[in-house]
């Protein structure tokens, strides 16, 4: 009964302190905002439920960038379980109880993780605390794939080893669906990161090398087969996505943009230092050196100082190679954040050539924070195992001195002589007590962590000189370690008031009824773009900040005030022109959009391309397109420039029919779109299809009769052959037929769709269904089938005798105990 009281105590605890961690979203009303949650996570759900309650399939999203697939965008998160609450939960909800699950259900699974090591449950608590509270980890919240996936890394090392420990084909098949999640959740980074640290712990910990094949084969035959199911279980998604990528610019991602967020050596500092040199306004020569023309990709890398110590501990006094298995894999983990400051990064990639298609080393320390909280609870059980006279916990003290000393010495030259960090700083021309008040957080930070590392050896050295027993001291360091994470880390992310997501933009009324508009929202992302257009950077600085409001969720409103792509989604407008941050557009999407960027200026170039495209408004910041659009409406924002609507003058509709045709290939239909003999509205540009001339008695009528999300119907009637045009993505997934029979869908104007059509009245359909998906989908359901019937139809099968490999953890626990935790280290 006192196991059981003290396991529930345990968990608990931890449970606490993950509520505590989300006091604000959870009864605060406060909503999650942050970078791409509200620039395209909420558009992109709002895709997913809108398909769905549309009565399609969520395969393909009609609202961005003229429509793109749905399902196959990983970060869509389509076929994973917890999506299908947004069906019932307005999304700021959901994303609330979408982290807050995410990161208790990562902390007990790092719990029991860690009590297989073995190690007492107080170590347990404590290193599940330092994996939750960990910069790298909680930074990833507003990144939503990236965050989901990387929740799942300790129950993927969890359900491993209890497959390896019992051998049963239940747990195999466990750690299938495991790993299948995982892959689902979105993030084929944090995947691939995962399975090759895991690799590298099951050969170290588990291969009997020294045996032979047949020693070790149950071992690899249990491995592959919960591979297989994994990648079975996963398939809708990534055969989706492969298909997609193979058509994109993705596959082909120079070394620049795959290594742009990369860890530069001098930002270690930030792992046992909070804000150095992240906090920073830095200087642009400074910024340059290392690699920062935007924010950084992780808002925090800091690891904990206190920590230092229960890490030292692990290492220098753990018994057993898991210690040197973890610090091998912190290790390898950091060198490849480090990207390409290191040959590490070049040789996994030149060594396995798909990881070209994943981007951002930096991502890589999540798993450093992974190994470091394990070190944390292999380093506590050594504190409260042993005397603080111990040499080994002795010297663990050591590296905590050094860098606590550091970090004081730091904090009174940023408190006492900040004038001689001005060359640093971007503002360093500034007055004396502007360049103060700059470095004065840093400063306190700093200061209170060199508190803390003294709070923590003077814990030690009393219990050294009275003689205090191993588990108080060992609790007392604990309670520095992680009251320090909590007070760098109090909250998992910025938040905003609720209003950010109900608040409706004004310029919607003026733009008028989604179903007949398509929308241009003008990009300002780019810093030489606002620059050059609103003559300073876009959205640094906010006027008529709400009261109560942040800054940075000020500057959140003012961007979905003035429809920033690609959040015009959430409100149900299809969008033109966004630029692809995720190289997922087909190639010639992605010269039409690069297009509109280069004849901005040139006359009548752009308005060429709007007119093409169907779109019938433009929301900036500036006058885009010069005098040729019409202006509309000027409304008041949260920047200093006000919205401005411009009306294009007689666009395209979405759905037409044309008699003539021109034939254009590959780079030379950009140039065909703008040559001023391509009348559009007579004629089509086609790839495989002969040209002729419209005739000059040609007339047509298309209506777009029903739509859902991946499916529409054309009612057309044409007075001779034609061609009907829908201004919406080409994509080889959609198949078209007229009169219920199958007809070739052509690539149009470069990037839409057409279909031959005869003359007289017919019903054209296009629906979009993807051979790969939909085998993937088969693929996916055939598979959790089968792991349903191999963990729980099929008979439990053991492993041959041998040992206590199939004793059950509690079985293992009562044999064992913590013998190995409290050996002499």
């Not at 241009?520 to 600085?541: I, K």
């Not at 999407?589 to 280069?598: D, E, Q």
């Amino acid at each position: 009964m006192r196991e059981k009281q003290a396991e529930r105590l345990a968990l608990y605890s931890l449970a606490v302190l993950v509520v505590a961690l989300f006091r604000e979203p959870l009864f605060g009303g406060a909503v999650f905002f942050k970078r791409d949650v509200h620039l395209a996570w909420h558009s992109q759900i709002r895709g997913f439920v809108r398909a769905w309650t549309g009565g399609g399939w969520p395969l393909w999203d009609p609202s961005p960038a003229f429509g793109q697939p749905l399902l196959a965008d990983p970060g869509a998160q389509v076929l994973y379980p917890l999506t299908w609450l947004t069906l019932l939960l307005e999304p700021w909800t959901y994303y609330t109880v979408f982290a807050f699950v995410h990161v208790l259900f990562s902390g007990l699974a790092f719990y029991a993780l860690a009590r297989r090591f073995p190690v007492a449950r107080l170590s347990a608590v404590v290193g599940a605390a330092i994996w939750v509270l960990g910069g790298p980890f909680l930074s990833l919240v507003d990144l939503w794939h990236h965050f989901a996936s990387a929740a799942w890394i300790p129950a993927v090392f969890l359900t491993t080893e209890r497959a390896i420990e019992r051998r049963r084909l239940r747990d195999v098949a466990v750690l299938g669906l495991v790993l299948g999640l995982q892959i689902l959740a979105g993030s084929a980074e944090m995947c691939a990161m995962t399975l090759l640290a895991l690799g590298a712990w099951v050969a170290a910990l588990h291969v009997p090398w020294r045996a032979g094949w047949r020693a070790w084969r149950p071992l690899v035959a249990g491995g592959a087969l919960a591979l297989a199911l994994a990648v079975a279980l996963s398939a809708g998604l990534w055969l989706a996505a492969l298909d997609v990528v193979s058509r994109s610019s993705r596959r082909d991602l120079p070394e620049s943009v795959r290594t742009y967020w990369s860890l530069h050596p001098l930002e270690l500092a930030e792992t046992v230092a909070p804000g150095v040199p992240g906090s920073l306004p830095l200087a642009p020569a400074v910024a340059a050196a290392l690699g920062r023309s935007r924010e950084p990709f992780l808002t925090s890398l800091y690891l904990g100082l206190p920590a230092v110590v229960l890490v030292a501990a692990g290492l220098l006094g753990a018994p057993g190679r898991r210690r040197f298995v973890l610090a091998g894999l912190g290790l390898g983990a950091l060198l490849v954040a480090l990207g390409p400051h290191t040959p590490l990064y070049d040789g996994l990639t030149t060594l396995v050539p798909p990881l070209r298609l994943l981007r951002y080393p930096v991502k890589a320390m999540v798993l450093v924070g992974f190994a470091w909280a394990a070190l944390s609870a292999l380093g506590m059980e050594v504190w409260r195992s042993h005397p603080a006279s111990n040499r080994h916990l002795r010297r663990a003290l050591v590296p905590l001195a050094i860098l606590g000393v550091a970090s004081g010495v730091a904090a009174v030259l940023l408190l006492t002589s900040p004038h001689a960090f001005r060359p640093m700083l971007a503002f360093g021309d500034g007055p004396s007590a502007t360049v103060a008040a700059l470095l004065r957080p840093l400063g306190q930070a700093l200061g209170t962590r060199a508190a803390l590392a003294l709070v923590a050896l003077s814990l030690a050295w009393l219990a050294a000189r009275r003689n205090w027993s191993p588990a108080l001291l060992a609790g007392g360091l604990a309670a520095v370690a992680i009251c320090d994470l909590a007070l760098v880390h109090p909250r998992p992310n910025p938040m905003a008031p609720p209003g950010l997501y109900v608040y409706r933009p004004e310029v919607l009324e003026a733009i008028g009824d989604p179903a007949s508009v398509r929308v241009y929202s003008y990009d300002y992302s780019d810093p030489g773009v606002a620059m050059r257009r609103l003559g300073r950077r876009y959205a640094h600085q906010v006027i008529g900040v709400p009261p109560g409001w942040s800054a940075a969720a000020a500057t959140a409103l003012g961007m979905q005030l003035s429809l920033v792509p690609q959040t015009a989604g959430r409100w149900d407008l299809l969008q033109a022109f966004d630029i692809d941050y995720r190289g997922l557009h087909s190639e010639s999407l992605a010269r039409m959009t690069h297009l509109a960027r280069l004849v901005e200026d040139q006359p009548g170039g752009l308005l060429r391309l709007l007119q093409v495209g169907a779109v019938t408004h433009v929301v900036g910041l500036h006058r885009v397109g010069g005098d040729e659009l019409e202006p509309l409406d000027e409304i008041p924002g949260l920047f200093p420039d006000p919205i401005l609507l411009l009306g294009v003058p007689d666009p395209l509709p979405r759905a037409y029919a044309v008699g003539g045709t021109r034939t254009a290939v590959g780079i030379d239909t950009v140039g065909a779109i703008l040559d001023p003999a391509f009348e559009p509205r007579d004629e089509v540009l086609l790839e495989t299809v002969l040209a002729r001339s419209a005739p000059a008695d040609f007339s047509s009528l298309v209506r777009i009769a029903e739509e859902t999300a991946d499916r529409v119907r054309l009612d057309v009637e044409l007075s001779t052959d034609g061609h009907v045009v829908l201004v919406d993505t080409y994509d080889p997934g959609w198949l078209a037929q007229v009169d219920g029979r199958p007809a070739a869908l052509l690539r149009a104007n470069l990037a839409f769709r057409a279909v031959a059509v005869p003359a007289g009245r017919h019903v054209v359909e296009m629906a979009y269904r993807p051979p790969l998906a939909l085998a993937g989908l088969a693929l996916s359901g055939l598979s959790l089938l089968l792991i349903f019937i191999l963990a729980f139809v099929v008979p439990r099968r053991s492993s041959p005798a041998g040992g206590d490999s199939t004793l059950a953890p509690s079985e293992r626990s009562k044999e064992t105990g913590n013998d190995e935790a409290r050996r002499e280290p």
